[in-house]
């Protein structure tokens, strides 16, 4: 197992370069716990640098990855609701 010290980067930048929302999703976090994270700094979803300790945080994304898993792997083809007119 990794030392506590452990401080975990997770930044994304948009095509602009502006930070854009980077905090682990519940599967990263599940995982990050298994490493024994210390603390992790990240991009929230207003472009600013967040610093917390690991035992604080609170996942409150699922990745698309898990969506596509619970969705019994569908992908859909394209958006329903641009067919959904009504007519
Ligand atoms: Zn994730």
Do not use: Q, W
Request: hydrophobic residues 30%.
């Amino acid at each position: 197992m990794f030392s506590s010290k452990l401080t975990l980067y997770v930044i994304r930048v948009n095509s602009l370069g502006s930070f854009v929302d980077s905090a682990p999703c519940v599967d990263c976090t599940r995982v990050m716990r298994m490493y024994n994270v210390n603390k992790i700094i990240y991009s929230n979803e207003r472009g600013e640098i967040v610093k917390m300790r690991f035992k604080n945080y609170i996942p409150k994304t699922i990745s698309i990855g898990r969506k596509y898993i619970n969705s019994g792997y569908y992908l859909p083809l394209h958006k329903t609701s641009s067919y959904s007119c009504g007519y």
